[in-house]
Nanobody, 124 residues
Framework: QVQLVESGGGLVQAGGSLRLSCAAS????????MGWFRQAPGKEREFVAA????????SYLGSVNGRFTISRDNAKNTVYLQMNSLKPEDTAVYYC?????????????????WGQGTQVTVSS
């Protein structure tokens, strides 16, 4: 089984930055598409960013495009989410996810394994 562990969340003021990390136990990490999702209280889980197996292709939620960057280091079995220019509406629990399907997905159902989440709080 694939285990994912997120880290790097915390409290930051609006306009600040955080870098989230997701460490994967998968011995064949490069076989998985990776994604980041977030969920705020009372809201549905929403897609944030995704990256292909090789790292060649990325996609983003429109409201974070230009502010967030997803990347991966397959040698370290780790995916990252660099978050800049943070806004209070970015406050949520952020989840790392891994998918085995060949096709890109921006929905939770397109991913097979999930981390426990890390809290990101942006104050105004």
């Amino acid at each position: 089984q694939v285990q994912l562990v997120e880290s790097g969340g915390g409290l930051v003021q609006a306009g600040g930055s955080l870098r989230l990390s997701c460490a994967a136990s998968a011995p064949t990490f490069s076989n998985y598409r990776m994604g980041w999702f977030r969920q705020a209280p009372g809201k549905e889980r929403e897609f944030v960013a995704a990256i292909s197996r090789s790292g060649s292709f990325t996609s983003y939620l429109g409201s974070v495009n230009g502010r967030f960057t997803i990347s991966r280091d397959n040698a370290k079995n780790t995916v990252y989410l660099q978050m800049n220019s943070l806004k209070p509406e970015d406050t949520a629990v952020y989840y790392c996810a891994a998918g085995t399907a060949f096709t890109h997905s921006d929905s939770p159902g397109g991913y097979d394994f999930w981390g426990q989440g890390t809290q990101v709080t942006v104050s105004s």
